[in-house]
């Protein structure tokens, strides 16, 4: 089974816009990495940001149900003429969608408990934020790196087929080849932006085509 191809399109360009919307709201809330890897900084932060980042986590989660259904919309657009790839693309995406939700449903339960704690007894709440932070930490890299390969898939078999256009294929592999360098070196600022930034753009990009291929 497989979603109907404009349906998939509109799914890409709403989860590019709720990236967008996301990264804003992440990026103007005045957290810098800093903060999270202090973990005094950290709880105080989260509680004095409680109200906008359980704002970021339900949007992102909504994001990242709209994108598991344009990954599986244009996989099937492929499939005919690139049947390995698109299967790639296809598996690698719901890895990568997986290792994402993870992590946005560790930020909305996980870090007020957090907080909670941290009200009564803060050198727990210190030492379960290092294990919980490095967890979410490593469940968005899992993220990055298997978003990047199904990106990078999606976009060698349009360049292969030309059935979406060689500049929205090559961007593709651009795309996935930044995603998947910033899933395994995260530190790395360009790439950390670039995971943001690229992907957003993929997604309109590819919605409006998978839309103008229906």
Avoid: C, E
């Avoid at 005045?30 to 105080?44: C, E, Q, R, Y």
């Avoid at 592999?173 to 360009?190: E, F, N, R, Y």
């Amino acid at each position: 089974m497989s979603p109907r191809r404009q349906t998939a399109g509109t799914m890409g360009i709403v989860a590019g816009i709720g990236l967008l919307i996301l990264t804003f709201l992440f990026f103007t809330s005045g957290a810098t990495p800093a903060t999270f890897n202090d973990p005094g900084k950290a709880l105080s932060f989260l509680k004095d940001s409680a109200g906008r980042l359980r704002m970021i986590s339900y949007l992102a989660i909504i994001t990242l149900a709209t994108a598991i259904v344009f990954i599986a919309g244009l996989a099937s657009v492929l499939h005919d003429k690139a049947p390995t790839r698109a299967t790639a693309a296809l598996y690698f995406g719901l890895v990568g969608m997986a290792g994402h939700t993870f992590a946005a449903f560790t930020y909305l339960f996980a870090h007020p408990w957090l907080v909670a704690t941290a009200a009564t007894d803060p050198v727990s709440a210190a030492h379960a934020y290092v294990a919980v932070n490095g967890l979410s930490m490593a469940m968005d890299s899992i993220g990055n790196f298997f978003v990047g390969l199904s990106t990078l898939m999606a976009g060698w078999a349009i360049t292969a087929t030309q059935s979406l256009g060689m500049a929205l294929g090559w961007f593709g592999v651009l795309t996935g080849v930044v995603a998947g360098l910033a899933g395994l070196v995260p530190q790395v600022g360009a790439l950390y932006m670039g995971s943001f930034v690229l992907p957003m753009v993929w997604l309109v990009w590819a919605g409006s085509a998978l839309r103008k291929v229906a």
